[in-house]
């Protein structure tokens, strides 16, 4: 059966929806688009223009081979591929049960990009954001059914990752909610549901880790490596807090640092070094160079 073919409110096997779209198909997207086709869903990923979405597509199917690779999924490359899609166009979004918004944390971005997809969407679908910091209740204010919408922050690498943050607005219907929990669980992943807050659990916690590190580094009390050998052999932390925003992007976390600041206080005001080396384009893994040096992969 194709998935033009299946009917709304039908659900994979796995117990997530039988159709699903990303907007975004960066590495959160693409991670994100993989984590839905591995559990059995038919996805269609939307990007910006179909030179963006050719590379989103390569960037899916290179985890495919990963996750083949490891003995992750039974399936064979051709029958994931032949369950993805990728365009340009909001119109593909049109018989998805779920959507996910994976654009950049901008909020005019993701207004834009939410209300875009939403004019595409059957009435019982389900609207997520994969924001990290923007107050969901801000965003379904410009929606016009808030009640179908909520956050579902999925965390990077998104294979690697055994977390999925569930921030629920105030007009988030309980029902949507509950079908969240099952489908982050039928990702073989952990729910945990979080009311609406500046930064929610996992970004205001993180972020004001990351932001001392980087404080602690301009500061010269210690090298990056060793800061994050402190995290990760003194609190087992799996990837230090240097390393970590490395591979989050730098400009990601000055636009969360920046955020919370304005929200929360002086205690959030980002590093000098971090304006810094996003002033100077070191983003992190994606350009090359932020606290550590990386090879291109």
């Known amino acids: 059966m194709s998935a033009s073919e299946l009917e709304l409110g039908d659900r994979g096997e ?8 990303v907007l975004g198909g960066g590495r959160m997207g693409a991670g994100i688009a993989h984590a839905f086709l591995l559990a059995g869903a038919h996805v269609t990923l939307v990007e910006r223009n179909n030179t963006e979405a050719t590379a989103a597509r390569e960037r899916v199917l290179r985890a495919v081979e990963a996750s083949i690779t490891r003995g992750a999924t039974g399936e064979t490359r051709p029958e994931l591929e032949a369950r993805l899609a990728v365009g340009a166009d909001f119109g593909l979004f049109r018989d998805r049960e779920l959507v996910v918004e994976a654009v950049p944390e901008v909020r005019a971005l993701k207004v834009d990009a939410l209300q875009k997809v939403e004019v595409q969407l059957a009435d019982d679908a389900a609207l997520a954001s994969n924001t990290s910091s923007i107050s969901i209740n ?3 204010d410009e929606l016009q059914r808030p009640a179908r919408f909520l956050g579902l922050h ?15 607005g105030s007009a988030t219907s309980p029902e949507l909610v509950a079908d969240a929990r099952n489908w982050v669980s039928a990702l073989g992943k952990t729910p945990i549901t979080v009311s609406d807050a500046p930064g929610f659990a996992s970004s205001r916690l993180g972020v004001a880790l990351g932001l001392e590190a980087i404080r602690m580094l301009e500061e010269g009390v210690a090298s990056a490596s060793d800061i994050d050998a402190a995290m990760m052999l003194g609190y087992k932390h799996p990837v230090g807090p240097l390393e970590l925003t490395d591979l989050v992007g730098l400009d990601v976390r000055l636009g969360i640092a920046e ?4 929200q929360l206080g002086a205690r959030f005001e980002p590093p000098a070094l971090l304006r810094r080396l996003v002033g100077e384009g070191k983003l992190g893994r994606k350009s090359g160079q932020g606290f550590y040096r990386w090879d291109e992969s």
């Open 14 to 21: 796995s117990g997530v929806p039988a159709r699903v779209g």
């Open 138 to 140: 801000d965003l379904a």
């Open 154 to 168: 999925f965390f990077n690498p998104v294979p690697a990752s055994n977390l999925v943050e569930l921030v629920t």
């Open 259 to 262: 955020y919370l600041h304005q």
